[in-house]
C-alpha cells in the first residue's frame, strides 16, 4: 500500500502541474471562461484571478512531488477539485457544453467530462490521504514557497493591455465557442454578408484553406445588412469558418474605406491590415506555397 500510495501520489502531482502548465502557456483562454462562466467580472480581475489559480496548481503539484506535509495538501485539494466540480455540476446542469478550461485549450474538455476526472482526482486524494505517511518542516518553507510560486506567476506571465485592442468584445464565434484571439497567430476577416467583394473574398480565403494545411486560424465577423445568411454566404463562397455577428457602427470601425478587411494579429498585436489582394499579402506573410 505504501508504495501504491507513492505512485498515486506522484500521478496527483503531474496532474495539477499539467493542469497549470496547460493554462500557462495560454492563459488570455483561462481568463475568458472565467469570464464567461461568470467567475470574474472583468477582463482584468480575470487575468489576476487566472494567474493566482495558475500559480497555486503549480505550487501543490510540486509540493507534492516532496514527501511533506502530505495530508494538508490533499486537504487543500479536497478545497479545490471540491469547489469546482460543484461549479462544474452547475455548468452541466444549465446545458453547457463547451471548453471548460480545466486543461487549456490543449485539451478541450466538456463540464460533464471534467467532472469526471475531478471526482477521480478526487478520490486519488483520498486514497492518499488515508495511506500516505506525511513528514513534517518548519511551515514556512511550504508556505513561502506557495507564495512565492503565486506570486511568480505575475512576473512570468505579465499581465496584457487590451485596451487598444480592437477585439477585445469577442470570444465567442459560432461552431467554436471560446476564443482568446489576443493569443497566438489568427487572422480576422470582416465581412458584410451581401457584399460581392467579401464573397469574393471568403471564396478566395477557402480556396486557401484547403490547399494548405498549415494556413492560419481564420475567424470571421460577419455584418447583415440585407437577407443574406451565413449558410447562404458559405454556400456560394465554398467556405467555412468560425464566426461572430457585428452590429453596424462596430462594422464601420473596422473596415476601411469599404469592406473587405483582414487583420493579422499576433499574440493581440494587429501586425498587418489587408484591404486587398488578400491572397497574395497571406502567402506571402505565412510562407504558403
Same mark, same amino acid.
Given at each position: 500500500?505504501?508504495?501504491?500510495?507513492?505512485?498515486?501520489?506522484?500521478?496527483?502531482?503531474?496532474? =495539477?502541474?499539467?493542469?497549470?502548465?496547460?493554462?500557462?502557456?495560454?492563459?488570455?483562454?483561462?481568463?475568458?471562461?472565467?469570464?464567461?462562466?461568470?467567475? $470574474?467580472?472583468?477582463?482584468?480581475? $480575470?487575468?489576476?484571478?487566472?494567474?493566482?489559480?495558475?500559480?497555486?496548481?503549480?505550487?501543490?503539484?510540486?509540493?507534492?512531488?516532496?514527501?511533506?506535509?502530505?495530508?494538508?495538501?490533499?486537504?487543500?485539494?479536497?478545497?479545490?477539485?471540491?469547489?469546482?466540480?460543484?461549479?462544474?455540476?452547475?455548468?452541466?446542469? %444549465?446545458?453547457?457544453?463547451?471548453?471548460?478550461?480545466?486543461?487549456?485549450?490543449?485539451?478541450?474538455?466538456?463540464?460533464?467530462?471534467?467532472?469526471?476526472?475531478?471526482?477521480?482526482?478526487?478520490?486519488?486524494? =483520498?486514497?492518499?490521504?488515508?495511506?500516505?505517511?506525511?513528514?513534517?518542516?518548519?511551515?514556512?518553507?511550504?508556505?513561502?514557497?506557495?507564495?512565492?510560486?503565486?506570486?511568480?506567476?505575475?512576473?512570468?506571465?505579465?499581465?496584457?493591455?487590451?485596451?487598444?485592442?480592437?477585439?477585445?468584445?469577442?470570444?465567442?464565434?459560432?461552431?467554436?465557442?471560446?476564443?482568446?484571439?489576443?493569443?497566438?497567430?489568427?487572422?480576422?476577416?470582416?465581412?458584410?454578408?451581401?457584399?460581392?467583394?467579401?464573397?469574393?473574398?471568403?471564396?478566395?480565403?477557402?480556396?486557401?484553406?484547403?490547399?494548405?494545411?498549415?494556413?492560419?486560424?481564420?475567424?470571421?465577423?460577419?455584418?447583415?445588412?440585407?437577407?443574406?445568411?451565413?449558410?447562404? =454566404?458559405?454556400?456560394?463562397?465554398?467556405?467555412?469558418?468560425?464566426?461572430?455577428?457585428?452590429?453596424?457602427? %462596430?462594422?464601420?470601425?473596422?473596415?476601411?474605406?469599404?469592406?473587405?478587411?483582414?487583420?493579422?494579429?499576433?499574440?493581440?498585436?494587429?501586425?498587418?491590415?489587408?484591404?486587398?489582394?488578400?491572397?497574395?499579402?497571406?502567402?506571402?506573410?505565412?510562407?504558403?506555397?
Amino acid at each position: 500500500m505504501k508504495y501504491l500510495s507513492k505512485v498515486l501520489q506522484l500521478l496527483l502531482a503531474i496532474t =495539477f502541474i499539467f493542469s497549470a502548465y496547460t493554462k500557462a502557456v495560454g492563459p488570455g483562454f483561462f481568463e475568458i471562461t472565467l469570464m464567461d462562466q461568470g467567475l $470574474a467580472t472583468s477582463r482584468n480581475f $480575470a487575468g489576476h484571478m487566472a494567474r493566482f489559480f495558475i500559480g497555486l496548481e503549480f505550487a501543490l503539484g510540486l509540493l507534492m512531488l516532496l514527501p511533506f506535509y502530505i495530508k494538508q495538501l490533499m486537504q487543500i485539494s479536497f478545497l479545490m477539485l471540491g469547489g469546482f466540480t460543484v461549479h462544474l455540476i452547475y455548468l452541466w446542469s %444549465t446545458g453547457d457544453t463547451e471548453n471548460c478550461g480545466c486543461f487549456g485549450e490543449m485539451i478541450s474538455m466538456t463540464p460533464e467530462q471534467s467532472i469526471i476526472k475531478n471526482l477521480v482526482m478526487l478520490a486519488v486524494a =483520498f486514497v492518499i490521504y488515508k495511506t500516505a505517511q506525511s513528514r513534517t518542516i518548519s511551515k514556512t518553507i511550504p508556505l513561502g514557497f506557495t507564495g512565492a510560486t503565486i506570486l511568480s506567476m505575475w512576473l512570468f506571465l505579465p499581465m496584457p493591455n487590451h485596451e487598444d485592442f480592437p477585439f477585445e468584445t469577442f470570444t465567442q464565434f459560432e461552431s467554436k465557442g471560446r476564443v482568446d484571439l489576443s493569443s497566438g497567430e489568427k487572422l480576422i476577416a470582416i465581412f458584410n454578408l451581401d457584399c460581392e467583394h467579401c464573397q469574393e473574398a471568403a471564396t478566395a480565403l477557402g480556396e486557401l484553406q484547403r490547399q494548405h494545411e498549415n494556413f492560419p486560424e481564420l475567424y470571421v465577423l460577419f455584418y447583415q445588412e440585407g437577407s443574406t445568411t451565413v449558410e447562404e =454566404f458559405e454556400h456560394m463562397t465554398q467556405s467555412s469558418a468560425p464566426y461572430a455577428f457585428i452590429e453596424v457602427n %462596430t462594422f464601420f470601425d473596422l473596415i476601411g474605406d469599404s469592406p473587405p478587411r483582414i487583420y493579422y494579429l499576433n499574440n493581440g498585436v494587429v501586425v498587418e491590415i489587408w484591404d486587398k489582394e488578400f491572397s497574395k499579402s497571406i502567402v506571402n506573410t505565412f510562407g504558403l506555397e
